[in-house]
């Protein structure tokens, strides 16, 4: 995320949380009714495919395992 020093002091949380929209799968689109209309992103099947592939980090895997 850029910077929001440009952003009134009052509206900068409001813009950081649309901003974090795009991370969580949530699409704005405007409408052609002059509205905006929210969607679920979607994931291409590569980025999909990478995901399912991926096998957990061993490291990380004893280090939650000793924290529990």
């Not at 952003?7 to 900068?12: K, T």
């Not at 704005?28 to 990478?50: N, P, Y």
Request: hydrophobic share 35%; charged share 35%.
């Amino acid at each position: 995320m850029g910077s929001t020093a440009h952003i009134e002091e009052e509206h900068r949380e409001l813009a950081r949380d649309v901003h974090r929209l795009p991370r969580l799968g949530v699409r704005l689109i405007d409408s052609a009714e002059g509205g905006i209309e929210v969607t679920k992103g979607a994931e291409s099947s590569l980025v999909s495919e990478v995901k399912g592939e991926k096998d957990p980090d061993s490291i990380l895997l004893e280090l939650r395992a000793k924290c529990s």
